[in-house]
């Protein structure tokens, strides 16, 4: 008979260790365990919280050293990081177009200036009577009729 209330208190000890380990796995991670908490992430201008905004990148060749720089658009000067050249930053309404008069290379150069030298040939091409932009209406388009519009 003491053997077989020996076994039944063997079995409720082996009972209870089983229900305790299972509480135990219950209650979530050990003490002083933590999770990572991670800073919420920048809201860009229209303050939606899911939204990140990344700035735009753009490029440009030094005018000097003819590598390829990268900037964040919007820049009005980018500095070599080669040369150390200051390059003016351009945008596509600021930009003429004129043919090289020596080697026929298509050249671009700032609204306003007199001349551009070819960073193929060296020459110089004068560009006043081609230094003119078109009228507003012109770049705009061709006028829309009002029944076009509707």
Known sequence: MEETQMQEKEEEQKHREKEEDEEEDEEGPPPGWEAAVL?????????????VKIPEMAQMVCGSCRRLLSYLRGSKQVKCSCCHTANLVLEANQVGQVTCNNCKLLLMYP???????CSSCNSITDIRENNKRPPWSE??????????VR
């Open 111 to 117: 609204y306003g200036a007199p001349s551009v030298r």
């Open 39 to 51: 800073p919420p992430p920048v809201a860009a201008v229209n303050h939606n919280p899911t939204t």
């Open 139 to 148: 770049q705009q388009g061709p006028a829309k009729s009002l029944s076009s």
